[in-house]
């Protein structure tokens, strides 16, 4: 018997992939009403500054069809039917690409990106375009642009008071507050696994160059990346294999596992953050995992040289080949001209376009630096993870992703310090190019906030990495729902 409109209202708050293949094939949901009780919940929740633009009308069309090839007994492909949403700085035929900024408003790719077309091939509806920091720049989605609530930025599934992360605001609170299933996120320093601790659900950042960039508005060219989000590690790991063709899962054994415990890592944690993280390893160690405590990593040390020379270099030259070779054609210049964030705007109009760098000593010609961190910086850093992964026989290091809960959503967001706060623990394994996922492990006793922990691990491990994700996550279980 199918379900009414209003029990597949209730479903799809809390469905994940798997859940809804399997209710598809019994019978008890359909791709309609999934897709319908998606846009319902979005409509109900735009106050939350999610979305840039919804496409109701091809959802609507690509959902009937895959309820038509189910009816029809066709071949079902592995997503038939599932909605997702996708970071609206990723190409979407047809539909806008803003990057969450005016200056591209009027943006409209003719393609999909490599990525998301990989997904639609297997069948993924998609319900829209989501909201970002301006240009991807940012780790809080505290964007003034395209805001369908009265307040401003992108807001938390959990608490519309605060801030939902960034810069893949949109697609980690559309996730968080279930107006989907999954999302298409990307990721500089951060960007994926950030929201994704703040809005309690799961992503992978993959290794540097095993997802294709082509279709990507970029800020750093050898450090970006396209990645997952879901509601669950499984779901990841599906995504994921989808885009990569690589469906391997090696066993694991969660007595035979090994992670490191850097100490850095851990340090100036609000309490919510800490008693959730901590209570979270006390579990897996129970569970029978070795926790390899590391009181001198050095990886913050080795990655402050890198992460804003490599960045606001490449931020110039990576744009200005994307606005010529597959953006609207206009100049850098032109662009900036439009930015609406002032947080944003400063850094284009004072360190991007002039290639300057702030220091202690003053403002300096960021070419140099990138030179250095290019030619010794990035590699040291490597060289540090390989020595301590081999050394200590560790699997992957495991720390909270970020050191605090959502902060309270305002202007003063973007100031440094919460910046800081937010992105500490996530960025010297964006610089070394590692595979990393984040998992939601608890709500915080004050606040009721998500806390989330992250595990980095060798570049190409990606598969045994989202194995070890899975296993953790079967032991520690999935947060409540918003």
Known sequence: MKTSQATAQALSTDLTIYQAIEAFRNGTLTSASLVEACLQRIEELKHLNVFVTVDAAGARKAAAQADMDRAAGKPLKPLAGIPIVVKDNIHAAGLPCTAGSPALADFVPEKDAPTLQKLRDAGAVVLGKTNMNEFAFGATGYNPSFNTGRKVGVRNAYDSERIAGGS???????????????????????????????????????SSGRYPSLGTIPISTSRDTVGPMAQCMS???????????????????????????????????????????????????????????????????????????????????????????????????????????????????????????????????????????????????????????????????????????????????????????????????????????????????????????????????????????IAIESVLGRIPPA
């Open 168 to 206: 893949s605001s949109g697609s980690a609170a559309a996730i968080g507050a279930r107006m989907s299933l999954a999302a298409l996120g990307t990721d500089t320093g951060g960007s994926m696994r950030i929201p994704c601790a703040l809005n309690g659900c799961a992503s992978l950042r993959p």
């Open 235 to 469: 779901d990841v790991a599906l995504l994921d294999a989808l885009i990569t063709d690589d469906y391997a899962m090696p066993p694991i054994a969660l007595a035979e596992l090994r992670l490191g415990v850097p100490a850095e890592f851990w340090a100036n944690l609000d309490e919510d953050t800490q008693a959730c993280a901590e209570a979270a390893l006390t579990w897996l160690r129970e569970h029978g995992v070795t926790l390899v405590d590391i009181p001198d990593a050095g990886l913050f040390d080795l990655n402050q040289p890198i992460g804003f020379p490599v960045v606001i270099h490449e931020a110039r030259v990576g744009m200005q080949a994307y606005l010529r070779e597959q953006g609207p054609g206009i100049s850098i210049e032109a662009m900036v001209e439009k930015i609406n964030s002032p947080d944003v705007k400063a850094i284009y109009e004072q360190w991007v376009l002039p290639g300057k760098l702030p220091t202690p000593q003053g403002m300096v010609d960021v070419e140099p630096l990138f030179e250095a961190a290019e030619k010794t910086g990035r590699n040291a850093l490597k060289q540090r993870y390989q020595t301590l992964f081999e050394s200590l026989s560790i699997d992957a290091l495991v720390f909270p992703t970020t050191t605090i809960v959502a902060p309270l959503a305002g202007p003063e967001v973007n100031e440094p310090e919460t910046f800081e706060r937010l992105i500490r623990n996530t960025e010297p394994a964006a610089s070394a190019g590692l595979a990393c996922i984040q998992l939601p492990v608890g709500l915080g006793g004050r606040s009721g906030l998500p806390v989330g922990l992250e595990l980095d691990a060798p570049a190409r491990s990606d598969r045994r990495l989202l194995a070890i994700g």
